[in-house]
Structure formats: structure tokens, C-alpha cells
């Protein structure tokens, strides 16, 4: 998992904010088997200019990350080096994608000052591919790079009207749901995971009908789902069209999947269901420490940031099933920037990291799932476990819901109004407002920040 800037999103991502979190779930969270480190130091040797000067003879090659993408955690920098004596790969990480981005397009703008590659968060994608892709490398021409190894959807977002592939995925966030097993036992509930994903197979609306039958017999103290921002973000993840239309328009005020998604989730607060906290703030840590819900909206790098704000005893305690619809909540990809000092073996090296065969390390150990179907026949994915989730065979089901996310319009804020629609908006349910006062709360406070 990446919080990126969650604090995405490492899915990186980030944030405090829900369509940015992963990069800020990611900076804070403990990975699938040993403590994930956040990659925020410098490796080492390099003045943030792109020195192409690696000492006796070596060329470094410089990365541009955010958050923890865990490349040097999972050791493939020193595997890399190895196979390539002549290359060394230094690091620059800026722990938040929000103090990351600015800076990555300021530098494309003015064309100084980039390194040999960088990376971009799904949330800003669309708006380096209509903006920037000119300043940017067609990786698709890259050596040993084939469209095959990507998942359609992912690929098409770093492409693009004229077909040039300006980004390589990295991982991605297939939704899932993680659950509790020994509260919901205790509410009455099955346990069994293909049970309990058909309780809300097809529909979002179903999940909540289950949250009512958690709460009448729920254990003192708990709500059914963590946030309204954790339902709102799952429940919009899954859908085509979200804050803007095909042509770039901004739609999210008129788009009725997005007033469903919000209504849904603000009758969930209305009745209980969630609780009142807002995700990846310290009072939210709390209500995991403390075992205070039953249910999460849950890609693959949540399962790290719940290993990461759990106490022992919650080992083993959770399980997880498909969510009602697919969705995708996180993900980045690799640039190369035309003006870079080693454009050739910068270009190689992001190849060779986006590999399904790297894809698939990194899951193992950092908790990034795979952007490359290939991967997922892969040893590393088909046998990954999660201490949290005990036997659950978690590689397969996050497959399983990655194979059927499908191509959504990515806009250039989305990470603005998905937040407004979150924290300015679901979240005063829990305090009181109606649902009407919290969507035009929501709708002004993401109206003026948009105006900026």
C-alpha cells in the first residue's frame, strides 16, 4: 500500500483525503509481511538535478517518488544494479504527493530541474497526459514493454489521443471489503467470505441493508463501517463516469451516480452505520486500535495501514470478500521525462520495474498490487497471506476484483471534489446536518477551492 500521499494511492498517495489517501495511507502503513518503510530520505549522491555521474565510471539514474513506493525496500534496486554493473539508482521521495505534484508540474512547465523518471498518481494523470505528454517519453516504444502486460483500463490512462503511452503502471487498488470475523459472529452474521460477499453481491445499497442487521445486534461500542469518506470513496470507485464526462466536462453536481453514491452513503451516517470519524487522522487509528467497526472499504494497501494501527490481538481476526461492484481506489505510474540526462537507460529501468515480475515482488512485500494481469499467476500473489487476514488467500480475490474494474474518466480534480464530497460534505451527517445541508455544503466548499 502506498499511502503515498494518502499521506496517496503510496494507492504514495497519499492524503488525508479520501481520492488521495492512498499516498497518505501509504506513508503511515506497515507492509503485508515486515514493517513497510517510508522511503522519504534521499539514497544518496545526488543534488536533485539529475547528475548523471554514478562514480568509477557509473551513470545514476534518478527517481522522482512520493510517498513509499517500496522499490528499495523489496531490494529490486540492488537486483537491478547487479544486472546492470554500470547503472546506480538514487531516490528522491517527497512523502506527500500534494507537496510532490505541484512541484513535478512546475518542473515540466519550466523543463528543468526533472529527474531520469517520475512518478505520477492516478489522481493526476489525466491532467500530465493533457498537458504535459509532450514533455514527457512514449514508454510503449520502451524496451521489452508490451501492452499485454497491463490491464487495459490502466494502460488507457496514461495514453494519449494519439496513442503515445506516456506512464507505466505501477500498482493499482482493486476495492474489496475487509471485515471482521469475530464481530460479525457475534452480530448474527456468516462469517464465510463468498457468504458474506453475496450478502451485497450487485449493489452498494445491499451493503447497507447488512449494516443494518450488523447494528441490531452489534457488539457495544461498534459501528458497522469505519468513515462515510471510506463508503463514499469505494462507492464512487466503482463507477464509469464520476466528476467529469468523456469530453473533460465537470459533471459531478448533475451526475446521478454520484448523488446516489452520496445519498447511500449519508443515509448509512443518518442510521448509524458508520462511524464519525474522518480516515487517516489520529482519532480513526483509534477506532482501529480499538476494534470500533466491522467493516472497511478495503484495496490491498489497506490491509497494510490496518496491520500498521492494530494491536496483536486483532491478528488473524479479519477476512476479506469481494466488494458489492468493482472498483479502483489508488495506483501510479512511471514517467520519463524527454529532457532527462539518461533517457535510454531511464526508460529501461522503468520497464524493468513496472515487469510483471517486479509487480509481483513488490507485492509481497510492500502490499502494491499488481497493474499487470501476467502477475497474477505469479507464486508472490497467488500464495500472499496478510497477518491480519490470517489463511485468506488475498492475492487471488484482489485478481479477481481487479479483472473486472472498469475504464473510468479520470478529471484533473478529481482529488478536490472527491474530498469536498467526503470531508466538507458525507461527514456532517455524522454531526447532525441533513443530508441536503451537507451536499450543498459539499458542492460549495468544492466550487470555490475549483475557482482557485
Known amino acids: 500500500m502506498r499511502a503515498r500521499t494518502l499521506p496517496h494511492s503510496r494507492s504514495r498517495s497519499k492524503r488525508g483525503k479520501p481520492f488521495a489517501r492512498k499516498a497518505l495511507a501509504v506513508a503511515a502503513v506497515v507492509s503485508m509481511g515486515t514493517g ?17 555521474s554514478g562514480g568509477e565510471g557509473k551513470t545514476t539514474i534518478t527517481l522522482g517518488l512520493f510517498g513509499a513506493f517500496g522499490y528499495k525496500e523489496a531490494g529490486l534496486y540492488d537486483e537491478y544494479e547487479k ?3 554500470h547503472i546506480k539508482i538514487a531516490e528522491n521521495v517527497v512523502e506527500r504527493n500534494e507537496n510532490y505534484y505541484p512541484a513535478l508540474l512546475n518542473h515540466l512547465t519550466t523543463n528543468s530541474g526533472l529527474q531520469d523518471i517520475q512518478a505520477v498518481e492516478v489522481g493526476n494523470i489525466t491532467e500530465i497526459v493533457n498537458t504535459q505528454a509532450g514533455k514527457l517519453e512514449d514508454l510503449s516504444k520502451a524496451p521489452g514493454v508490451k501492452k499485454s502486460d497491463w490491464l487495459d483500463w490502466k494502460w488507457q490512462q ?17 476495492m474489496a ?11 448474527g452474521l456468516p462469517t464465510d467470505r463468498e457468504e458474506v460477499g453475496k450478502l451485497w453481491e450487485g449493489d452498494w445499497a445491499k451493503l447497507i441493508e447488512v ?5 441490531k445486534k452489534a457488539p457495544k461500542g461498534t459501528t458497522f463501517m469505519d468513515s462515510p469518506g471510506g463508503l463514499i470513496s469505494a462507492i464512487l470507485s ?3 463516469e464520476r466528476f467529469y464526462d468523456s469530453s473533460g466536462e465537470i459533471i ?3 451526475n446521478p451516480a ?42 490491498p494497501w489497506m490491509l497494510g495501514y490496518i496491520k500498521g494501527k492494530s494491536k496483536p490481538d486483532a491478528a488473524g481476526k479479519w477476512d476479506v470478500a469481494l466488494a458489492p461492484k468493482s472498483g479502483n481506489w489508488g495506483g501510479s505510474f512511471l514517467t520519463v521525462p524527454k529532457n532527462g540526462k539518461n533517457v535510454e537507460e531511464a526508460k529501461k529501468l522503468a520497464a524493468w520495474l513496472t515487469a510483471p515480475e517486479q509487480q509481483a515482488k513488490l507485492f509481497s512485500v510492500q502490499g502494491s498490487f499488481p497493474s499487470s494481469p501476467p502477475a497474477y499467476t505469479m507464486s508472490e500473489v497467488t500464495g500472499a497471506k496478510n497477518d491480519m487476514t490470517g489463511d485468506a488467500p488475498i492475492g487471488k480475490i484482489f485478481a479477481e476484483a481487479a479483472k473486472q474494474i472498469p475504464l473510468q474518466v479520470i478529471g484533473p480534480k478529481d482529488q478536490i471534489i472527491g474530498q469536498g464530497l467526503a470531508d466538507n460534505g458525507v461527514i456532517l451527517v455524522t454531526k447532525g446536518k441533513s443530508p441536503e445541508e451537507a451536499w450543498e455544503t459539499a458542492t460549495k466548499t468544492i466550487d470555490n477551492n475549483l475557482d482557485k
Open 36 to 52: 513497510l518503510l517510508a522511503g522519504c530520505a534521499d539514497d544518496g549522491g545526488d543534488d536533485g538535478s539529475g547528475s548523471s
Open 83 to 85: 544486472l546492470n554493473p
Open 158 to 174: 496514461a495514453t494519449t489521443k494519439d496513442g503515445r503511452t506516456i506512464g507505466l503502471g505501477t500498482d493499482i487498488g482493486p
Open 177 to 187: 471489503i475487509c471485515y471482521r470475523k469475530d464481530l460479525f459472529e457475534k452480530a
Open 211 to 215: 449494516g443494518e442487521d450488523y447494528q
Open 238 to 240: 466503482s463507477e464509469k
Open 252 to 254: 459531478y453536481k448533475t
Open 258 to 299: 454520484v448523488k446516489r453514491a452520496f445519498d447511500l452513503t449519508a443515509e448509512a451516517a443518518e442510521k448509524g452505520l458508520v462511524g464519525a470519524q474522518t480516515q487517516f487522522q489520529p482519532s480513526w487509528d483509534q477506532t482501529i486500535a480499538n476494534s470500533k467497526f466491522a467493516a472497511i472499504s478495503c484495496p
